[in-house]
């Protein structure tokens, strides 16, 4: 959602350029054992200038070609959900250049599915999605991204999720406030995730953390890709 609901209050000043990735530890491509506290502050700090520098570089994309990826996106949607029937789908208000999938979700309700959209409740705290369909009120929500004014709070089958990087273990990396996986261990009953985004956000790793939760699947216009072995 990304209603940039993960946010941690805009993109903000990052501790470290670019290319302080050559000076984390290979081992956390693995990230068996819990990391130390340094390790931790350094995959932090490579984790914020990552997100600085793919969201700039999403934002340079024309918005002809970012309309045609958003639409090869939709379609890959289409092919891995397959019915969604009688499904509840939560999917996100884009922002910043995200892929925009308002259409799609329209086609969605079509189809006899539904669709609620994220809210940011209060900080440190799991998101609620609350039913929405076009022509429902919207209001302002956290950091000005439109929420459902009313609906019902839902449980949804299926989450989409918008990624700023992620890697070829369907780990996403984040707007950094943690919102989504903090929403996902909380539910009784795991959705089935699927992030979207475009293919130049792929990473080798985004050096996962024991919190981090794996998407089932990542579409982007370049097509689906499941977690490797």
């Known amino acids: 959602m990304s209603n940039g609901q993960d946010d941690e209050h805009g993109t903000g000043n990052f501790a470290s350029p670019p290319c302080f990735m050559h000076e984390i530890d290979p081992v956390y491509a693995g990230l068996t054992p819990a990391p130390d506290s340094q390790q931790k502050r350094d995959v ?12 700039a570089a999403r934002l340079a994309i024309p918005a002809a070609d970012r309309h045609r990826h ?24 884009p922002i910043r250049c995200e892929p925009d999938l308002r259409q799609w979700m ?56 918008p990624v700023v ?12 406030g943690g919102f989504y996986d903090r929403t996902l261990a909380s539910l009784a009953e795991k959705p089935r995730i699927v ?4 293919a130049e956000a792929t990473l080798l790793s985004i050096y996962p953390q024991p919190h981090d939760i794996p998407m089932d699947m990542i579409v982007t216009e370049n097509g689906c890709m499941a977690p490797g072995p």
């Open 70 to 93: 958003g639409a090869i996106i939709a379609a890959g949607l289409d092919d891995i959900l397959g019915d969604v029937s009688g499904k509840m789908v939560g999917v996100y208000w």
């Open 195 to 198: 992030g979207v985004g475009y």
């Open 165 to 176: 990087g992620f890697d070829g273990a369907c780990y996403r990396l984040g707007y950094g």
């Open 44 to 55: 932090n700090r490579w984790r914020k200038a990552e997100r600085q520098r793919l969201l």
């Open 106 to 161: 329209a086609g969605v309700a079509a189809r006899g599915g539904r669709c609620a959209l994220p809210v940011v409740v209060k900080p440190h705290t799991p998101l609620v999605f609350r039913a929405w369909q076009d022509g429902d009120k919207l209001e302002r929500g956290v950091w000005n991204i439109p929420v459902p004014a009313t609906g019902a709070e839902v449980i949804p089958d299926i989450v989409i999720s």
